[in-house]
């Protein structure tokens, strides 16, 4: 090796010392980040990677840990596991501002646990991409977002679709030595094929990005549909051989149970065939509800308002009406206060006496008062002109029916 080559092999190197790699952006943007947004001390003390094929990834996981699962550019998918001191910690320090001293319990994971863990994860992400000075790691390491949390490890390694990840195993120190946990990250390599396709020597064809949700509404889900349970013993179980026939009611097609991997009733249908293939037309009441709240079975009289979604009517208490004794008597009234003793009443003052009224047979005959002056009365006609009604009439009809009703 010449001078000049071993000159430039330790430029080279302490370039490479002095650039910001990705575990050291995860040191640096991980005591930033958590100082900044929670005002707490997390610091990166051992930083592991590796490479594993996608179908790899479930062996690696157990169901105890957080599994979160991230959205990336151009329909990729990463995840990262967080331990539960992890978690705990996190928790802790947003919700009552402090890091217990006490171990950290194992524990089922919950939706909330993903939504108080999240705001870190897409920081961290953030911040370490802005740092890292190779293109080539800033290719794998994107700043990916929060997508969902997934179940267990089993629906965790079927969403990440990549055929090879990048694994980062983070050892981290929580507030000044009470906990160390543990996080890893799978970030898909990109896979050039599996984007670009190559019709011929001067078209290529970019095949549509993948999402999270393409990824998780392709997942296969099994159900199976039950005519009858029959209830035979192990002796006449294990008599039987090929050719010997079970006897399934006919009233059975109408009621199939349609039943989920984990034996949870799905729904209730009536079996059938649809251009030749079987089939189950699900029952619209009982369609995606479980058994305790599926409706109750109803009569002719009232399956047409079945699906009527009225309000619960309130009616009001009445009061307790009163019934005699069973004697035929009255129950006893409740006591009335003393009245006063009408008997010692004060005496009433006299009256005067009225004067007497004129007896009737002297209304007439005595004259009446001065009633002044009265008017004149006009004069009456003569009515001796009139002619006489002797003659006959003429008779009238019957008057038409008056409508009363």
């Known amino acids: ?40 001390a997390l610091v990166v003390i051992g ?68 939504a108080l863990s999240a705001p870190l994860i897409e920081a961290l992400f953030a911040r370490s991409n802005g740092l890292l000075d190779s293109e080539e790691d800033k290719e794998y390491f994107q700043a990916f977002k929060f997508g969902a949390r997934a179940e267990n490890s089993r629906l965790f390694g079927l969403a990440l679709e990549a055929s090879e990840y990048h694994v980062i195993r983070v050892t981290i120190d929580v507030a000044g030595g009470i906990a160390q946990s543990e996080m890893i990250l799978f970030l898909p390599i990109k896979d050039d094929k599996a984007e670009i396709f190559i019709e011929d020597d001067t078209t290529e064809v970019i095949l549509p990005p993948r999402t999270l949700e393409t990824s998780v509404m392709s997942l296969q889900a099994e159900l199976s549909a039950v005519l009858c349970r029959l209830r035979m013993s192990i002796t006449d179980i294990s008599a039987m051989g090929p050719g010997d026939e079970l006897v399934v009611p006919m009233e059975a097609f109408e009621s199939v149970n349609l039943m989920s991997i984990e034996g949870r009733l799905i729904g209730k249908g009536a079996m059938g065939q649809v251009d030749g293939k079987r089939a189950i037309m699900l029952d619209a009441k009982t369609a995606g509800k479980t058994p305790e709240s599926a409706m109750p079975e109803m009569g002719e009289e009232q399956s047409d308002y079945g699906n009527l979604d009225l309000p619960a009517l309130e009616i009001p208490a009445s009061p307790d009406p009163i019934f005699p004794d069973s004697d035929g008597g009255l129950p006893d009234l409740p006591d009335l206060p003393d009245l006063p003793d009408l008997s010692e009443a004060p005496d009433l003052p006299d009256l005067p006496d009225l004067p007497d009224l004129p007896a009737l047979d002297d209304i007439g005959s005595e004259p009446l008062g001065d009633l002044g002056d009265l008017p004149d009365l006009p004069d009456l006609p003569d009515l001796s002109d009139l002619p006489d009604l002797d003659g006959d009439l003429p008779e009238l009809g019957d008057l038409p029916k008056l409508n009363i009703a």
Do not use: F, W, Y
Not at 60 to 74: A, F, I
């Open 1 to 40: 090796m010449s001078v000049l080559q071993r000159k430039a092999q330790v430029g080279r190197q302490e370039h490479q010392a002095r650039a910001m790699t990705v575990p050291k952006a995860l040191r640096v943007g991980l005591a930033k980040v958590a100082d900044q947004s929670l005002d707490m």
């Open 47 to 114: 930083v592991a990677q590796d490479r594993c094929g996608g179908d790899e990834i479930e062996d690696k996981l157990t169901d105890d840990n957080l599994l979160l699962l991230l959205d990336g550019p151009r329909g990729s998918v990463a995840g990262v596991v967080m331990d539960t001191a992890l978690v705990s910690a996190l928790v802790q320090q947003q919700t009552t501002g402090m890091v217990s001293k006490l171990p950290a319990t194992s524990r089922s994971m919950t939706s909330t646990d993903a």
